[in-house]
């Protein structure tokens, strides 16, 4: 469980250094530094409750929700923007993902961590 979220939190650092490296305009400037630092505290939350919570699962679940928020927000603004305010999504995508979709992934991934203890009669 630890190697997935390990690698749950590579693949993100990888998206969003990608992201800020070769897809921002400008390159780096201390304003995208900060929107990087920014954009990698929902990963930072679920490293927290990794190390301070008995279910693994949830920070899995935590990271994995915010992981695919972000993969939707890179696609809709880099791959198929739908208007010119698109770019807009970068600067409140790691609000949602601390607060709606990690939080909704780490219930997920706790729901399903205790249906498989359930179902194994432990």
Do not use: Q
């Not at 250094?17 to 304003?31: D, I």
């Amino acid at each position: 469980m630890r190697l997935t979220l390990i690698f749950t939190i590579a693949t993100a650092c990888l998206l969003h250094a990608y992201t800020y490296a070769f897809k921002a305009e400008g390159g780096w400037s201390m304003f995208a530094v900060g929107l990087f630092a920014f954009s990698l505290t929902p990963y930072v939350t679920s490293v927290i409750l990794a190390r301070f919570w008995r279910a693994p699962s949830s920070a899995l679940g935590f990271a994995a929700g915010a992981l695919i928020g972000d993969i939707f927000m890179h696609y809709s603004v880099f791959i198929a923007p739908k208007g010119s305010t698109a770019a807009l999504g970068l600067l409140f995508m790691p609000v949602w993902n601390l607060f709606l979709l990690g939080p909704l992934g780490a219930l997920i991934g706790w729901a399903c961590a205790r249906a498989v203890i359930k179902r194994s009669g432990r």
